[in-house]
T-cell receptor, first 111, second 113 residues
Framework: DAKTTQPNSMESNEEEPVHLPCNHSTISGTDYIHWYRQLPSQGPEYVIHGLTSNVNNRMASLAIAEDRKSSTLILHRATLRDAAVYYC????????????FGTGTSLTVIP | DAGITQSPRHKVTETGTPVTLRCHQTENHRYMYWYRQDPGHGLRLIHYSYGVKDTDKGEVSDGYSVSRSKTEDFLLTLESATSSQTSVYFCAITVGDLNTEAFFGQGTRLTVV
Protein backbone atom coordinates (compact mmCIF):
# COMPACT_ATOMS: atom_id res chain seq x y z
CA ASP A 1 0.00 0.00 0.00
CA ALA A 2 1.18 3.46 -0.80
CA LYS A 3 2.42 5.39 2.20
CA THR A 4 1.75 8.88 3.39
CA THR A 5 4.01 11.37 5.15
CA GLN A 6 2.68 13.93 7.60
CA PRO A 7 4.32 16.29 10.09
CA ASN A 8 4.28 14.89 13.61
CA SER A 9 2.69 17.97 15.11
CA MET A 10 1.27 21.38 14.29
CA GLU A 11 -0.14 24.31 16.23
CA SER A 12 -2.85 26.76 15.34
CA ASN A 13 -4.52 29.68 17.01
CA GLU A 14 -8.18 29.39 17.73
CA GLU A 15 -10.48 30.76 15.01
CA GLU A 16 -7.70 30.79 12.42
CA PRO A 17 -7.52 28.48 9.40
CA VAL A 18 -5.37 25.38 9.60
CA HIS A 19 -3.69 23.66 6.68
CA LEU A 20 -2.60 20.10 7.39
CA PRO A 21 -0.29 18.73 4.69
CA CYS A 22 0.13 15.15 3.49
CA ASN A 23 2.60 13.79 0.97
CA HIS A 24 1.80 10.62 -0.95
CA SER A 25 4.26 10.51 -3.81
CA THR A 26 3.64 6.80 -4.60
CA ILE A 27 -0.13 7.13 -4.90
CA SER A 28 -1.74 4.98 -7.58
CA GLY A 29 -4.54 5.93 -9.89
CA THR A 30 -7.13 3.98 -7.91
CA ASP A 31 -6.19 5.30 -4.47
CA TYR A 32 -8.62 7.56 -2.70
CA ILE A 33 -7.26 10.08 -0.19
CA HIS A 34 -9.00 9.86 3.16
CA TRP A 35 -8.68 11.96 6.28
CA TYR A 36 -9.66 10.81 9.73
CA ARG A 37 -9.16 12.42 13.08
CA GLN A 38 -8.95 11.01 16.55
CA LEU A 39 -9.99 13.03 19.54
CA PRO A 40 -8.46 12.13 22.91
CA SER A 41 -9.75 8.84 24.31
CA GLN A 42 -11.99 8.19 21.30
CA GLY A 43 -11.90 6.10 18.17
CA PRO A 44 -11.04 7.77 14.87
CA GLU A 45 -13.78 9.60 13.03
CA TYR A 46 -14.21 10.27 9.32
CA VAL A 47 -13.43 13.78 8.13
CA ILE A 48 -13.37 13.80 4.35
CA HIS A 49 -12.15 11.91 1.28
CA GLY A 50 -11.47 12.57 -2.39
CA LEU A 51 -9.95 11.18 -5.55
CA THR A 52 -8.87 14.01 -7.85
CA SER A 53 -11.02 17.07 -7.33
CA ASN A 54 -11.09 19.31 -4.29
CA VAL A 55 -13.84 18.42 -1.84
CA ASN A 56 -15.78 20.37 0.76
CA ASN A 57 -18.03 19.24 3.56
CA ARG A 58 -19.31 20.68 6.79
CA MET A 59 -16.17 19.70 8.68
CA ALA A 60 -13.37 20.62 6.32
CA SER A 61 -12.03 21.03 2.79
CA LEU A 62 -9.63 18.76 0.98
CA ALA A 63 -7.29 20.25 -1.59
CA ILE A 64 -5.61 17.71 -3.87
CA ALA A 65 -2.57 18.60 -5.94
CA GLU A 66 -2.91 18.25 -9.67
CA ASP A 67 -0.38 15.40 -9.76
CA ARG A 68 -2.09 13.85 -6.68
CA LYS A 69 1.23 13.44 -4.92
CA SER A 70 0.15 15.63 -2.07
CA SER A 71 -2.99 16.92 -0.42
CA THR A 72 -3.98 19.40 2.25
CA LEU A 73 -6.76 19.19 4.79
CA ILE A 74 -8.14 22.65 5.53
CA LEU A 75 -10.00 23.50 8.70
CA HIS A 76 -11.44 26.93 8.01
CA ARG A 77 -11.72 28.15 11.60
CA ALA A 78 -9.98 26.04 14.20
CA THR A 79 -11.78 25.54 17.48
CA LEU A 80 -10.55 23.94 20.67
CA ARG A 81 -12.62 20.89 19.79
CA ASP A 82 -10.50 20.40 16.66
CA ALA A 83 -7.48 19.46 18.76
CA ALA A 84 -6.84 15.88 17.67
CA VAL A 85 -4.54 13.59 15.73
CA TYR A 86 -5.27 13.84 12.01
CA TYR A 87 -4.55 10.87 9.78
CA CYS A 88 -4.08 10.99 6.03
CA UNK A 89 -4.76 7.58 4.50
CA UNK A 90 -4.64 6.16 0.99
CA UNK A 91 -7.12 3.49 0.20
CA UNK A 92 -8.01 1.58 -2.93
CA UNK A 93 -11.50 2.02 -4.19
CA UNK A 94 -12.17 -1.66 -4.68
CA UNK A 95 -12.66 -4.45 -2.17
CA UNK A 96 -10.10 -5.28 0.45
CA UNK A 97 -11.08 -2.05 2.02
CA UNK A 98 -8.37 -1.97 4.62
CA UNK A 99 -7.38 1.32 6.14
CA UNK A 100 -3.71 1.64 6.97
CA PHE A 101 -3.06 4.37 9.48
CA GLY A 102 0.25 6.11 9.97
CA THR A 103 1.13 8.12 13.07
CA GLY A 104 -0.71 11.22 11.89
CA THR A 105 -0.35 14.90 12.81
CA SER A 106 -1.15 15.98 16.34
CA LEU A 107 -2.91 19.35 16.11
CA THR A 108 -2.80 21.70 19.08
CA VAL A 109 -5.24 24.60 19.08
CA ILE A 110 -4.13 27.57 21.15
CA PRO A 111 -6.87 29.69 22.75
CA ASP B 1 -21.49 5.69 16.01
CA ALA B 2 -23.22 3.48 13.40
CA GLY B 3 -24.44 1.19 16.15
CA ILE B 4 -21.07 -0.25 17.11
CA THR B 5 -20.57 -1.61 20.60
CA GLN B 6 -17.35 -3.05 21.96
CA SER B 7 -17.20 -5.22 25.06
CA PRO B 8 -15.64 -5.19 27.48
CA ARG B 9 -14.42 -1.59 27.55
CA HIS B 10 -11.64 -2.41 29.97
CA LYS B 11 -9.99 -5.67 30.91
CA VAL B 12 -7.00 -6.76 32.92
CA THR B 13 -5.83 -10.31 32.39
CA GLU B 14 -2.87 -12.48 33.22
CA THR B 15 -0.21 -13.65 30.81
CA GLY B 16 -1.12 -16.96 29.22
CA THR B 17 -4.87 -16.68 29.62
CA PRO B 18 -7.26 -16.58 26.67
CA VAL B 19 -9.16 -13.37 26.05
CA THR B 20 -12.04 -12.64 23.70
CA LEU B 21 -13.14 -9.16 22.71
CA ARG B 22 -16.50 -8.63 21.12
CA CYS B 23 -17.61 -6.14 18.50
CA HIS B 24 -21.32 -5.87 17.87
CA GLN B 25 -23.05 -3.85 15.16
CA THR B 26 -26.75 -3.30 14.63
CA GLU B 27 -26.91 -2.27 10.96
CA ASN B 28 -25.85 -5.39 9.02
CA HIS B 29 -22.72 -3.90 7.50
CA ARG B 30 -20.62 -6.37 5.57
CA TYR B 31 -17.12 -5.24 6.49
CA MET B 32 -15.78 -5.28 10.03
CA TYR B 33 -12.25 -4.68 11.30
CA TRP B 34 -10.09 -5.03 14.39
CA TYR B 35 -7.25 -2.58 15.01
CA ARG B 36 -4.84 -2.10 17.85
CA GLN B 37 -3.36 1.24 18.85
CA ASP B 38 -0.06 1.66 20.64
CA PRO B 39 1.97 4.79 21.33
CA GLY B 40 4.14 5.68 18.36
CA HIS B 41 2.40 3.29 15.98
CA GLY B 42 -0.95 4.81 15.18
CA LEU B 43 -3.62 2.21 14.44
CA ARG B 44 -2.59 -1.14 12.99
CA LEU B 45 -4.94 -3.59 11.35
CA ILE B 46 -5.13 -7.02 13.00
CA HIS B 47 -7.86 -8.83 11.06
CA TYR B 48 -10.87 -7.91 9.02
CA SER B 49 -14.02 -9.63 7.81
CA TYR B 50 -15.91 -9.21 4.56
CA GLY B 51 -18.85 -11.42 5.48
CA VAL B 52 -20.02 -14.25 7.69
CA LYS B 53 -17.16 -16.74 8.05
CA ASP B 54 -15.04 -14.66 5.65
CA THR B 55 -12.00 -13.16 7.32
CA ASP B 56 -8.48 -12.18 6.40
CA LYS B 57 -5.29 -11.12 8.12
CA GLY B 58 -4.04 -7.61 8.55
CA GLU B 59 -0.54 -6.35 9.20
CA VAL B 60 -0.23 -7.53 12.83
CA SER B 61 -2.25 -10.74 12.99
CA ASP B 62 0.24 -12.99 14.81
CA GLY B 63 -1.16 -14.14 18.17
CA TYR B 64 -4.74 -13.23 17.25
CA SER B 65 -7.66 -15.11 15.75
CA VAL B 66 -11.11 -13.90 14.76
CA SER B 67 -14.51 -15.35 14.11
CA ARG B 68 -17.65 -14.07 12.51
CA SER B 69 -20.51 -16.52 12.77
CA LYS B 70 -23.17 -13.81 12.52
CA THR B 71 -23.23 -10.58 10.55
CA GLU B 72 -23.56 -8.49 13.69
CA ASP B 73 -20.70 -9.95 15.74
CA PHE B 74 -16.96 -9.97 15.10
CA LEU B 75 -14.89 -11.61 17.83
CA LEU B 76 -11.19 -11.12 18.42
CA THR B 77 -9.43 -13.81 20.46
CA LEU B 78 -6.03 -13.77 22.04
CA GLU B 79 -5.40 -17.49 22.54
CA SER B 80 -2.68 -16.95 25.11
CA ALA B 81 -2.29 -13.32 26.08
CA THR B 82 1.18 -11.80 26.29
CA SER B 83 2.33 -8.47 27.71
CA SER B 84 3.06 -7.24 24.17
CA GLN B 85 -0.67 -7.45 23.50
CA THR B 86 -1.39 -4.78 26.06
CA SER B 87 -3.04 -2.16 23.90
CA VAL B 88 -6.22 -0.32 23.02
CA TYR B 89 -8.30 -2.32 20.56
CA PHE B 90 -10.73 -0.67 18.16
CA CYS B 91 -13.42 -2.29 16.11
CA ALA B 92 -14.65 -0.62 12.94
CA ILE B 93 -17.16 -1.03 10.15
CA THR B 94 -17.24 0.57 6.73
CA VAL B 95 -20.30 1.90 4.97
CA GLY B 96 -21.31 3.33 1.63
CA ASP B 97 -21.27 2.06 -1.93
CA LEU B 98 -17.49 1.79 -2.00
CA ASN B 99 -17.13 1.29 1.76
CA THR B 100 -15.49 4.68 1.86
CA GLU B 101 -16.44 5.76 5.34
CA ALA B 102 -15.37 3.94 8.46
CA PHE B 103 -16.99 4.15 11.87
CA PHE B 104 -15.06 3.09 14.93
CA GLY B 105 -16.13 1.80 18.29
CA GLN B 106 -15.09 3.41 21.53
CA GLY B 107 -12.24 1.00 22.07
CA THR B 108 -11.28 -1.68 24.57
CA ARG B 109 -8.31 -1.09 26.82
CA LEU B 110 -6.62 -4.43 27.48
CA THR B 111 -3.85 -4.84 30.02
CA VAL B 112 -1.93 -8.10 30.21
CA VAL B 113 0.00 -8.47 33.47
Amino acid sequence: DAKTTQPNSMESNEEEPVHLPCNHSTISGTDYIHWYRQLPSQGPEYVIHGLTSNVNNRMASLAIAEDRKSSTLILHRATLRDAAVYYCILRESNTGNQFYFGTGTSLTVIP
Amino acid sequence: DAGITQSPRHKVTETGTPVTLRCHQTENHRYMYWYRQDPGHGLRLIHYSYGVKDTDKGEVSDGYSVSRSKTEDFLLTLESATSSQTSVYFCAITVGDLNTEAFFGQGTRLTVV
